[in-house]
């Protein structure tokens, strides 16, 4: 079956240091991919998506590309803030958005 | 526009007792997916609501059942509960066709003691 696997955290980073939160997945077909972002106490939100290989997903800075060959997704910033402190979770889907296989997720604190 | 909405927030439920969790769509989604959230996991997909029929289950016992209603809002009950079944459990809303994004509520925090 589909599967995530994203790098264990927590990542502990000083405001203004470059972001990689390393993610790959299993699939059977050509899934969507996607970063998911939870604040403490709050629900998921979606950071960023990609839909096809090669397209990559933008959105306050992040960014991630769907590379198809190496199976990968990985999440990059190049200088993050504090208030970019909380749980990322990739996640891919098979059948549209609403049907999400998710990674265990990766905490990042970002210290002043 | 209204967010998801999920209630209550918080409870405690002794093991063996049953469960209704409840979850408000969007406004216009006709949608809704429910994950299971344990401590320090990822969400894990329960089940998914469409036009009032499950659209397609996870790997979640029958003692999980669902319903959703006719303006699109949703109850995930749990039966027999059991120690692990602690954790928290998140609805989302969508429209029913591909490239539409789910947006989630808040979650409830179920503890079983």
């Known amino acids: ?112 | 526009e209204t967010g998801v909405t999920q209630s209550p927030t918080h409870l405690i439920k002794t093991r063996g007792q049953q469960v209704t969790l409840r979850c408000s769509s969007q406004s216009g989604h006709n949608t809704v997916s429910w994950y299971q959230q344990a401590l320090g996991q990822g969400p894990q997909f329960i089940f998914q609501y469409y036009r009032e029929e499950e659209n397609g289950r996870g790997n979640f016992p029958p003692r999980f059942s669902g319903l959703q209603f006719p303006n699109y809002s949703s109850e995930l009950n749990v039966n027999a509960l059991e120690l692990d079944d602690s954790a928290l459990y998140l609805c989302a809303s969508s429209f029913y066709y591909p490239d539409t994004e789910a947006f989630f509520g808040q979650g409830t925090r179920l503890t079983v003691v």
């Open chain 1, 1 to 112: 079956g589909d599967s995530v696997t994203q790098m264990e955290g927590p990542v502990t980073l000083s405001e203004e240091a470059c972001l990689t939160i390393n993610c790959t997945y299993t699939a059977t077909g050509y899934p969507s991919l996607f970063w998911y972002v939870q604040y403490p106490g709050e629900g998921l939100q979606l950071l960023l998506k990609a839909t096809k290989a090669d397209d990559k997903g933008s959105n306050k800075g992040f960014e991630a590309t769907y590379r198809k060959e190496t199976t990968s997704f990985h999440l990059e910033k190049g200088s993050v803030q504090v208030s970019d402190s909380a749980v990322y979770f990739c996640a891919l889907s098979d059948s549209g958005y609403s049907t999400l296989t998710f990674g265990k997720g990766t905490m990042l604190l970002v210290s002043p």
